[in-house]
């Protein structure tokens, strides 16, 4: 186990929790604003490996489902404040035991924060891992399909009133619906507490040791500042990853479709990269990227835009004119096997690819 409990930490995991995102993820300023109040109340948070818990152990997974699109507002009074407390406490009344732990369902500077605070404020420790290894648009992204554990039973509430109790989906594409109709009925999100995992469920499903990649990262980011070096080589260097582009946002639309932000990308070429064109697809996250017509990084790999100083841009504030920088890198492995590329490779969003690693794209254009 290890303890978080300075702010500086806190900036670390933050940020390369949003780097790990790829465009979405929940809000930074959102997540920073979480753990910072934690540290300010004098609150440790406790970070432990899967091994150092009971194998009585429960652990739960609290997060957020929502469109991110800017334009998003509640159409109704808020009738709950802490909804993903509520969801909390109506799933540890189901399974009438103790929740040992959270774990965070996707990496994203404002969803890893949300299982960080519920976790610290109950006083349990958050799983250093996730199940995800990155952040995903989709249920149907979760390291649970690929063994076949399900996520229920589920607990969804919204901050407008609604509370659902989910005890079985007869599939992930009906559970999607709900959790994502719920969204949009409240305007914005549903608070979701679900996948109540044993110790040896979780053994099998986690992807070990991201909390303290984020933090990692997060650190290299800040040591590259401090030392007047390269922040966005920083990154690329902590996660085996590539910068493959630099340029100029010259195009960004998108649209709210069914609770989704949706939208493309056209990134002008600036310095070695002049006279080049990157684009890159979006649902919520940057999921398919081609220089020049040619993909150079395809999902479940990662693509990640960042300033000159390494901070990460989310697709929440992207916008035309913005200078950036494209850093691509491997997935996490799991997402490689052949059920994995079913939920998270490219045809599962549409494009007819199949899909190629993206260092074997990298060396196709020679980076």
């Known amino acids: 186990?290890?303890?978080?409990?300075?702010?500086?930490?806190?900036?670390?995991?933050?940020?390369?929790?949003?780097?790990?995102?790829?465009?979405g993820g929940g809000s930074p300023v959102e997540g920073f604003n979480m753990l910072k109040e934690l540290i300010e109340k004098g609150l440790e948070i406790k970070v432990v490996d899967v091994d150092e818990l009971s194998e009585d152990s429960i652990i739960v997974s609290p997060y957020y489902v929502g469109t991110i699109a800017p334009t998003a507002k509640v159409k109704k009074p808020i009738k709950i404040a802490n909804s993903i407390?509520?969801?909390?406490?109506?799933?540890?009344?189901?399974?009438?035991?103790?929740?040992?732990?959270?774990?965070?369902?996707?990496?994203?500077?404002?969803?890893?924060?949300?299982?960080?605070?519920?976790?610290?404020?109950?006083?349990?420790?958050?799983?250093?891992?996730?199940?995800?290894?990155?952040?995903?648009?989709?249920?149907?992204?979760?390291?649970?399909?690929?063994?076949d554990i399900p996520m229920y039973p589920s607990v969804l509430v919204t901050p407008t009133g609604n509370i659902v109790v989910v005890e079985r989906y007869a599939d992930i594409d009906d559970y999607e619906s709900i959790a994502r109709y719920l969204s949009v009925l409240s305007g914005r999100f549903v608070a979701v507490v679900d996948t109540p995992l044993t110790i040896g469920d979780a053994?099998?499903?986690?992807?070990?040791?991201?909390?303290?990649l984020c933090l990692r990262v997060g650190r290299a980011v800040r040591e590259a500042r401090d030392s007047g070096g390269d922040p966005v080589k920083a990154i690329a260097d902590t996660l085996g990853g590539w910068r493959v582009f630099e340029g100029i946002v010259a195009e960004y639309s998108w649209r709210d479709e069914g609770g989704f932000l949706v939208g493309?990308?056209?990134?002008?070429?600036?310095?070695?990269?002049?006279?080049?064109?990157?684009?890159?697809?979006?649902?919520?996250?940057?999921?398919?990227?081609?220089i020049n017509g040619q993909p150079i990084a395809m999902a479940p790999d990662l693509i990640i835009f960042t300033r000159d100083d390494g901070e990460p841009i989310t697709n929440t504030v992207l916008s035309v004119g913005n200078k950036v920088n494209v850093v691509v890198a491997k997935a996490p492995d799991?997402?490689?096997?052949?059920?994995?590329?079913e939920l998270f490779g490219p045809k599962h969003f549409g494009f007819d690819y199949s899909y190629t690693p993206v260092e074997e794209l990298v060396k196709r254009f020679g980076l």
């Not at 990308?265 to 940057?286: A, F, P």
């Not at 997402?335 to 590329?341: A, I, N, Q, T």
């Open 85 to 147: 407390g509520e969801a909390f406490r109506v799933m540890s009344r189901i399974l009438g035991k103790m929740i040992s732990a959270a774990i965070a369902t996707e990496l994203g500077g404002g969803n890893t924060a949300v299982a960080i605070l519920i976790a610290t404020e109950l006083g349990i420790p958050i799983v250093d891992g996730d199940l995800l290894g990155r952040a995903a648009p989709e249920l149907h992204q979760n390291t649970v399909h690929i063994f």
């Open 1 to 23: 186990m290890f303890i978080i409990k300075s702010l500086e930490e806190v900036e670390d995991l933050v940020l390369g929790a949003t780097v790990m995102g790829t465009g």
């Open 203 to 212: 053994k099998r499903v986690i992807v070990r040791n991201t909390i303290s």
């Open 334 to 341: 799991i997402w490689r096997s052949s059920r994995g590329l």
């Open 264 to 290: 493309e990308t056209c990134v002008k070429g600036t310095g070695r990269w002049e006279g080049k064109v990157l684009r890159t697809w979006i649902k919520n996250e940057h999921l398919m990227a081609w």
